[in-house]
Structure formats: structure tokens, C-alpha cells
């Protein structure tokens, strides 16, 4: 332990070991490597070098700062790292010193597993969090960096220093049985941003497994970005970001080949404050799928603060067997519903699968959808727009591709006491086959329908 409780400097905690290290135990103190500063000096740092370093049963690496002095920073270098049994690398302030950051750089594996477990860092007063950077290269085909059964990543902000961010890069990561990489402000301080780049792949499965980013005060939430070849989201798997107060939501950006969502994995942005929700952009070069009841990229307003805008770009995007994108409002006049705007370079199928905006007071969301290629085909399936009661116009929707077909679906842009939402199809052929396509309200003035086709 180094500690220093004025003003001079902490001592640095260095340990290099051949073969490895061992930090296990919390009897009525954890076992572990401690570093404080409670005045006006700075902790030391803690530095660990070693082939293999196992974490477990409560074992604690730990910076904190509880003055003016900033926290010391954390390095780990090694080949393998576990943790288990609610171990826990931890920086900390709740002073106006800056907590330290922490870096993990691991040549082959970081497994985080249990409850408990993690890498941690907070602020809960003016000091700034400290950053969390995990890298993990490694080369063999399973997941070099693998959280399961509640293990989590945390960057938090309680009062007003800003959360710091979280940057992860591996080979392949994975996140299963609840397992959490989260971002969170609860005070007036910005919520960090997380950054997840896999360079073969990424897959988040079981329920709440994922990334998370919350505004629950003033502060604002930070971005989510996924960066991967191949993103497998399933069986409840999530990436959220949400605002439950007065700050915005933050945004979530994927960049990958292919994506899909099945067994109701959702990438959601809720706002049930006063604060924005984020907007959702997912680029995908390859493929976009959907499938599957509870599987969606989801938009929803609650509150009193607009719903974000839903953006897809693909090549070719399937929703199927219940799948949905849906940007809705359950909020008040002024909680609009977001936009839903899909780009495909090619293809639109959609078998019993939805795109949809909905509002039950506020103005509903426009969809738009063009295909730089030749085809959007619906079958059992919607793309509605729609406001349930009061006074808020309907949403436009725009489709535009060389094909247009439809069977047994339905077009609609409805409203209650507002007017009807406009929808304009332009196509070289349209052929709707026991379909609707309407642009109706019930107290107000309908919706016009424009349909350009050579063939109909």
C-alpha cells in the first residue's frame, strides 16, 4: 500500500513477476495492491508486469484521491487476465482531485466473470474520472477479451467532474449472462463515451448483456460506438442509450460488414426526461437482419424530450418473422416521435416485419427508405406512421427503389386530431397485392398519396 495524507508525493507500487501473480481474498480487508491520496498530493502509481495475473474472491487493485491531489494511474501488462469471484480494479475520486486511469494490455485473453467483478472507475464529486483503455490483440479464433455472468466495465460520474471514457480493442470480444459495459452520470458531470473496436468480431448475448450508456441529472450521457467486421447481437443482448432527466441521451454509432439482431436483441435510445434521445446510425456494408419478436432498433420518448432518429445504411436489409425498427413516442406534445431513415444499396425485404413511428400526443416521425439498387419488397409486413390522440400531425413516409412490391401489407400515415401524414412511392414498378396504403385522420385533413410508376 502507498498512501500520502499531505503534500508530498505517493510512492509508486511496482511488481514484476516470471510467471505470475495471484490477488485473491477480502477477509475484513481485501487482499491487493492500494494507492491513496487524501490532501494535496499525488498518489503513486501501480504498475504490475507478469505472464499471467488471476484475480479473485474479492481481490482488489485500487487508486483513489479523496483531496485535491490526483489519484495515481494503473498499469497492467501481461499475457492472460482473469477475474472472478467479484475481484476488482478500481480508480476512484471524490475530491476535486482526477482519478487515475487504467490500462490493461493483454497479449492473449482478458476473461472478466461474476458479479462484482470488473474494471471500475468513479467520480462523485469535481474530479474528473479516469479512462479505461483494455487491449487485447491476441490471435486465436475464440474471444480475446470475454465478460460473462455479470462481470461489467464501469465509468460513472455521481456529481459534477465528468465521467471518463471507456476504449476497448480486441481481436474478438464477447459479453454474455448479463455481462456490462457501462457509462453513467447521475449528476451534473458528462458521461463518458465507449468505444468497442473488434478487428474479427463482436457478439453480445443474454438478456441485458452489452453496451450502456445513462443520463439520469443534468449531465449529458456519452456515445457508444461499435466498430467490427461481424456484430451478432442475440437472446436479449443490448446496446442502450438512455436519458432519465435533463441531460441529452447519447448517440449510438456501429460501423461494421454484417449485423444482426435475433431473439429480441435490441439497440434502443429512450428518453423518459426532459433531455434528447440519441440518435442510432448503424452502417453496415454488407447486411442488416432483424429477426425475430423483441428484436428491433428501437427509438422511444417517454417524457418530455424528443425521440432520437433512427439511421440505417446498407446494402441489403432484412427484417423478418417480428422484427422491427420503431421510433415511438408515449410522451407528452412535445416528445416527438424520432425519424427513421434506410438506405440500401440493393435490397428491403421485409416478411412479417415492421418499420414503424408512433405517437400518442406529439407529431409522429417521418420514415423514409430508398434503395440505390432495385428492390423493396414487403410481404405480411408494415411501414406505418401514425398518431394516436390529440392534435400532432402523422409522419410522412418516402419509399423510393426500381421495384415496389407488396403483398398482403399495409402503407399507412394516420392521425387523430391532426392531419394525416403525406406518402410518396416512386418506383419504375409498383405492384401492391391485397394491400392498403392510406393517409388518413380521424377529426382532421387526410394525408395526400403521390405513387410515380411507369408499371403499376
Do not use: C, H, Y
Not at 482526477?98 to 471500475?120: C, D, H, P, R
Not at 455472468?149 to 460520474?157: A, F, L, N, Y
Not at 431513415?341 to 430508398?370: F, K
Request: a negative charge; aromatic letters at 2%.
Amino acid at each position: 500500500m502507498s498512501s500520502t495524507t499531505g503534500a508530498g508525493e505517493g510512492g509508486n507500487l511496482t511488481v514484476t513477476a516470471a510467471n505470475s501473480v495471484s490477488v485473491s481474498g477480502s477477509g475484513s480487508e481485501p487482499s491487493g495492491l492500494f494507492s491513496t491520496a487524501s490532501s494535496t498530493g499525488n498518489a503513486g502509481e501501480v504498475t504490475v508486469s507478469t505472464p499471467n495475473l488471476a484475480m479473485a474472491n474479492g481481490g482488489t487493485i485500487s487508486v483513489a484521491t479523496s483531496g485535491i491531489g490526483n489519484a495515481g494511474n494503473i498499469s497492467l501488462n501481461v499475457s492472460e487476465f482473469t477475474q472472478t469471484g467479484g475481484a476488482r480494479v478500481e480508480s476512484s475520486t471524490s475530491g476535486a482531485g482526477a482519478g487515475g486511469t487504467l490500462g490493461l494490455t493483454a497479449s492473449e485473453l482478458v476473461s472478466i466473470s461474476g458479479t462484482g467483478s470488473g474494471l471500475f472507475s468513479t467520480a462523485e464529486s469535481t474530479g474528473n474520472a479516469g479512462q479505461i483503455t483494455v487491449t487485447a490483440p491476441g490471435s486465436a479464433p475464440v474471444p480475446t477479451l470475454a465478460m460473462a455472468d455479470g462481470g461489467k466495465i464501469s465509468v460513472e460520474t455521481l456529481g459534477a467532474g465528468s465521467a471518463g471514457s471507456i476504449l476497448l480493442n480486441a481481436n474478438a470480444f464477447s459479453l454474455t449472462g448479463g455481462s456490462q459495459v457501462v457509462s453513467s452520470t447521475s449528476g451534473s458531470g458528462q458521461g463518458g463515451s465507449v468505444t468497442a473496436t473488434a478487428t474479427e468480431s463482436a457478439s453480445f448475448s443474454g438478456l441485458d448483456s452489452g453496451l450502456l450508456s445513462t443520463a439520469s441529472s443534468t449531465g449529458n450521457a456519452g456515445q457508444v460506438t461499435v466498430s467490427t467486421p461481424t456484430l451478432a447481437m442475440s437472446n436479449g443482448g443490448t446496446i442502450s442509450v438512455a436519458t432519465f432527466g435533463a441531460g441529452n441521451a447519447g448517440n449510438v454509432l456501429l460501423n461494421a460488414n454484417n449485423f444482426s439482431l435475433t431473439g429480441g436483441a435490441q439497440i434502443v435510445s429512450n428518453t423518459s426526461g426532459s433531455g434528447q434521445g440519441g440518435s442510432v446510425t448503424a452502417n453496415a456494408a454488407d447486411s442488416v437482419s432483424i429477426s425475430g419478436q423483441g428484436s428491433g432498433v428501437l427509438s422511444n420518448a417517454s417524457g418530455t424530450g424528443a425521440g432520437g432518429t433512427i439511421n440505417l445504411q446498407t446494402a441489403q436489409l432484412q427484417i423478418t418473422d417480428a422484427g422491427a425498427v420503431s421510433a415511438n413516442s408515449t410522451g407528452t406534445a412535445t416528445a416527438t416521435a424520432g425519424n427513421v431513415n434506410i438506405v440500401a444499396g440493393e435490397l428491403v425485404q421485409m416478411q412479417n416485419g415492421s418499420i414503424t413511428t408512433e405517437s400518442t400526443l406529439a407529431d409522429g416521425g417521418n420514415i423514409s427508405i430508398t434503395t440505390t439498387g432495385s428492390l423493396v419488397r414487403l410481404t405480411d409486413s408494415q411501414i406505418t406512421t401514425s398518431v394516436q390522440s390529440g392534435v400532432g400531425s402523422g409522419g410522412n413516409i418516402t419509399i423510393g427503389s426500381e421495384f415496389v412490391l407488396f403483398n398482403n401489407s399495409q402503407i399507412r400515415a394516420d392521425a387523430f386530431g391532426g392531419p394525416g401524414g403525406n406518402i410518396t412511392i416512386v418506383a419504375d414498378t409498383f405492384l401492391p397485392s391485397n394491400s392498403v396504403v392510406s393517409a388518413s385522420s380521424a377529426l382532421s385533413t387526410p394525408g395526400t398519396i403521390a405513387i410515380e410508376a411507369t408499371f403499376t
